[in-house]
């Protein structure tokens, strides 16, 4: 509501985070979008993907397959 009364009382663009759909424009932070951020989320905050789940699992399997001599192998190395 606030959002909405000031982008009509104003002449320039008034963008929001979290202000509500009355503002000009919105902004969302990237990591917030993609689900990298933790819980509890502001309720401004909507996730678009869950990549923080994704790459969570990625470095495990990483992590474990360099300390476990299998990664890098011949494939992924220039002789």
Do not use: N, W
């Not at 509500?20 to 979008?33: E, N, P, R, T, Y």
């Not at 495990?60 to 890098?72: A, I, N």
């Amino acid at each position: 509501m606030l959002g909405r009364y000031i982008s009509r009382a104003v002449k320039i663009p008034v963008i929001g985070i979290g202000a509500g759909a009355g503002c000009d424009g919105q902004i969302l932070v990237v990591d917030d979008l993609l689900g990298m951020t933790g819980s509890p989320s502001p309720r401004f905050v909507k996730h678009y993907a869950d990549l923080r789940s994704a790459v969570k699992r990625a470095v495990r399997e990483y992590s474990k397959e360099v300390r476990g001599g299998q990664f890098p192998d011949e494939s992924h190395s220039y002789s």
